[in-house]
């Protein structure tokens, strides 16, 4: 089982950052690809980005790329999301997420937290 809990979240203006935290206990952490995903209120939950085990290897969806970036310190058993440029459209609840070795969805998910651009 792995717990994942999700820091950073808040109130920015356009043009403004943040950094969020998702810092996860149970099993080695390292064996876990990574994920941030977002929902607005009314709409779907989206991919934003992944990170994999070793941290080598990132994706990126089309609406913030060159804006956002991933990262992941297994010592500290977290994974990071910078978001610089930040525009209203960002505005959603921000989910961190595990994927177990050899599976094809995210297993584990953080409780989210609330991310508010103002224009």
């Known amino acids: 089982q792995v717990t994942l809990v999700e820091s950073g979240g808040g109130l920015v203006q356009a043009g403004g950052s943040l950094r969020l935290s998702c810092a996860a206990s149970g099993r080695p952490f390292s064996r876990y690809r990574m994920g941030w995903f977002r929902q607005a209120p009314g709409k779907e939950r989206l991919f934003v980005a992944a990170i994999s085990g070793s941290g080598g290897s990132t994706d990126y969806s089309d609406s913030v790329k060159g804006r956002f970036t991933i990262s992941r310190d297994n010592a500290k058993n977290t994974v990071y999301l910078q978001m610089n440029a930040l525009i209203p459209e960002d505005t959603a609840v921000y989910f961190c997420?595990?994927?177990?070795?050899?599976?094809?969805?995210?297993?584990?998910w953080g409780q989210g937290t609330q991310v508010t651009v103002s224009s």
């Open positions: 997420a595990g994927l177990t070795p050899l599976h094809t969805e995210y297993d584990y």
